[in-house]
């Protein structure tokens, strides 16, 4: 039986959310793939290392990752039984054979103790209660001196395209919570615990076991529709049953219309890539390189 810290999360991505990604994943893959090569590059996977990737979804970057470890093996744990399922259909799908994936919640699961070389994560280490609880489990299913890469979002605002532009959709839905989710008490959740990481401060301090940290501000395009009613059925859609009157509805395709290119509706957006090491059995600790 999977043992659970995260009940609120467990629910939320077990249900409306979890659902939602597991429906719309090659979409979601569009929207957030921008961040692909700074993960990737931070990560620096060799053809022999074992991966671990914490809150892997559907898998796109678990099966990034087992390609890049060629000869070693990549898993993905993830607390969403719907996604683990859309994960465990394209892997098969696409024959990676050094793919595997666990429910788990990544904050308590018993890893295998220094089981991994690398644990990645693209913006799925934000929603533990507990950060530095989960990041020193992590720290333990690391090798002394293996290496942690992930992503996660820096803070919203108006100077950010991406958070500009939805905070407007936001607005136009009463109650518009800024990306226009509503205020589904799910939805509500993993919105919360999408920001809870983006002070680089509360980053540090949850990476205790770890030395080398480095957070990196990284901007990043993220695609939302093939063009701007597309991207407002999809956005109007995260939010079950939702409808709106047809002037809001041209208010909301007018403010992603400015957008629109001939590569679909894009929205700069912002993240921190953050990198670290286990620290070594001798218990190294060094330390870490200026803040950004
Ligand atoms: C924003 S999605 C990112 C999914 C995937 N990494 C991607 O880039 O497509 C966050 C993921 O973290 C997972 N998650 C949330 N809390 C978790 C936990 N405690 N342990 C494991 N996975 C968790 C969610 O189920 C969800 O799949």
Known sequence: MTRIANSAQAQAWNGPVGTHWATHQERYDAMVSGVNDALFAGAAISAGDRVLDVGCGAGATTRIAARLAASGHAVGVDISAPLLDRARAITAAE?????????????????????????????????????????????????????LAFVCPRPAGPHIEESRALGLFGKL?????????????????AQVAMASLSDPARIREALQGYVDVTVTPVGVDTTWGRDAADAVDFILSRTPGRTVDAGTRAAL????????????????????????????????????????
């Open 95 to 147: 024959g990676v054979t050094n793919a595997a994936y666990e429910l788990a919640d990544a904050q308590i699961h018993p890893f295998p103790r220094a089981g991994y070389d690398v644990v990645i994560s693209r913006g799925g280490v934000m929603f533990f209660a507990d950060h530095a609880a989960a990041f020193r489990n992590l720290a333990g299913a690391l090798r002394p001196g293996g290496r």
């Open 173 to 189: 839905l009463e109650g518009g919570d800024g990306d226009g989710e509503g205020t589904d008490g799910d939805i509500a959740a």
């Open 253 to 292: 395709e007018d403010t992603l219309r400015p957008y629109e290119t001939n590569r679909g509706v894009r929205l700069r957006g912002a993240v921190w890539l953050v990198t670290a090491r286990a620290i070594t059995k001798d218990g190294e600790k060094r330390p870490a390189p200026r803040q950004q």
